[in-house]
């Protein structure tokens, strides 16, 4: 077994991967078909399945080309792969680099398998460790990419079991195993900013410094605890404020420091799979929430997530979360009805004693809508039937999530709330045949 192999066996040791189904991101070049070389020898010692996946991203002349290697290697080591197609928008705030990384990672995101695998080595580690630093980026960005990490939008594992590997190292692999692969020459141009670190400013710094990859190393692992230990903070400070509705306590918030309260709201960012905001944007967003009026409404917007504040709570909101208001479907006696999102559905089943009274289903047609707080509703069977909007007032429900409760009417009468149940003034009696709903939530 070769040192190589070696270090890749232990990080998957270590982090207790072994018996995993797993998919490589082969892109053809030295770095993705070593990794999956060794892979392919080590499938047997540590148990795993492996795929291979390749990202076309359709920006060169010669990408079909580096898709049929792709397909003749995999071929030869009788690995599946997947061909994922993306299209990488022209004009990007992200710059081309950026948005073909960001289309790339959702390609690969979107495999059936739950665990994704990056040829990423030390030499990538530390150039990224100098981009964030020119970035202005705080001590996430600056300890770089972890060997392990999960990703909240899909609750995927992102492995990278080469990341305490050298470059060198790699292509000495590849020409001891006598492995071909293909060059990207966008890799060697300096017009992008990876590159121009590469090529430009580290051999310069290597002159001057020769030990300075060892040194950042360390730094970087020194930066990685530290952001380790800052979100076992957060997670503390979540667990300790936050109500069952998923607000966090303005009053507790209002305890903590404007630091450790931006560093609450990061973790917060990063569980929703969103990105974090500047500290700028972060200050202003907490600013609003502590020192508004409390009758004030409070959102302050970001791409894809809102921070409000509604009473004593202050919430983060997915933006596409709050789209959904005005949906409506009509019952034909389906078993079943999708909500939009991540909704989940409604179930219907014909019951005896209990759920909705029949006699209340043929008066007409059964619809379900979102967030209707303008029907009427009775939370018991003796008691009066309230608008549903001061129930919902009542019980403290911020408005937006209002917009995510079906709804099941007939004219202004509420039969069916998804977070109470059957309306007390039309359940079915005990020997009365009834339509029983029960919403399943996709979270």
């Known amino acids: 077994m070769t040192d190589l192999e070696i270090k890749v066996k232990e990080q998957f040791e270590l982090n207790r991967l072994a018996g995993q189904t797993v998919v490589v991101a082969l892109s053809g070049g030295v770095d993705s078909v070593v990794l999956l070389d060794v892979l392919s020898r080590l499938v047997v010692s540590l148990d795993l399945k492996i795929d291979a996946a390749h990202v076309n991203h359709h920006l060169h002349h010669k990408s079909t080309e580096w898709a049929d290697f792709c397909s003749q290697l995999c071929e030869s080591y009788s ?10 928008p022209e004009r990007s705030r992200l710059g081309i680099e950026g948005a073909a990384r960001q289309a790339r990672y959702d390609a690969l995101l979107s495999h059936k398998s739950p665990m994704i695998l990056l040829a990423h080595h030390q030499n990538d580690q530390i150039e990224t460790f100098f981009l964030q630093a020119l970035r202005g980026s705080g001590v996430d960005g600056l300890s770089s990419m972890t060997s392990l990490r999960d990703d909240y939008s899909t609750h995927k594992k992102i492995f990278r079991p080469m990341l305490g590997v050298s470059r060198d190292e790699i292509v000495k692999y590849a020409k001891q195993r006598g492995l071909t692969w293909v060059e990207d020459p966008s890799n060697s141009d300096r017009i992008y900013s990876r590159n121009y670190l590469r090529k430009e400013m580290l051999p310069q710094l290597r002159t001057r410094f020769p030990a300075y990859e ?8 020194n930066l990685a605890d530290t952001s380790d230990l800052l979100k076992e903070v957060a997670a503390q400070d979540i667990d300790l404020l936050i109500s069952p509705c998923g607000g966090i306590d ?39 929430c502590k020192y508004a009026k ?33 949906w409506s479907r009509v019952w034909s006696g389906e078993t079943y009805i999708d909500l939009p999102g991540d909704l989940g559905h409604l179930e219907f089943s014909e019951v005896l004693g209990r759920g909705i009274s029949k006699q209340y289903v043929s008066h007409g047609s059964l619809t379900v809508r979102l967030g209707s707080g303008n029907k009427r509703f009775s939370l018991a069977q003796n008691r009066p039937r309230r608008e549903l909007r001061k129930i919902w007032q009542t019980e403290g429900i911020p408005p937006w999530l209002r917009s995510s409760i079906p709804v099941v009417f007939v004219g202004t009468e509420a039969l069916f709330v998804g977070n109470h149940g059957v309306s007390g003034h039309c359940c079915a009696q005990k020997d009365e045949r009834g339509i029983n709903i029960i919403w399943r939530p996709n979270h």
């Open 79 to 88: 690995i599946p792969l997947s061909i994922l197609d993306v299209q990488v």
């Open 214 to 221: 060892e040194s950042i190393v360390n730094v970087i692992k």
């Open 250 to 288: 303005l009053e507790g918030l209002n305890s903590l420091s404007e630091v450790r309260a931006i560093n609450m709201f990061r973790e917060l960012f990063r569980r929703r799979g969103a990105s974090v905001p500047g500290r700028t944007w972060m200050t202003e967003a907490l600013r609003q």
């Open 294 to 326: 409390i009758s004030a409404a409070v959102s302050v917007n970001n791409k894809s997530i809102s921070v409000k504040r509604y009473r004593k709570h202050v919430y983060l909101v997915d933006r596409k979360d709050v789209t959904n208001e005005g």
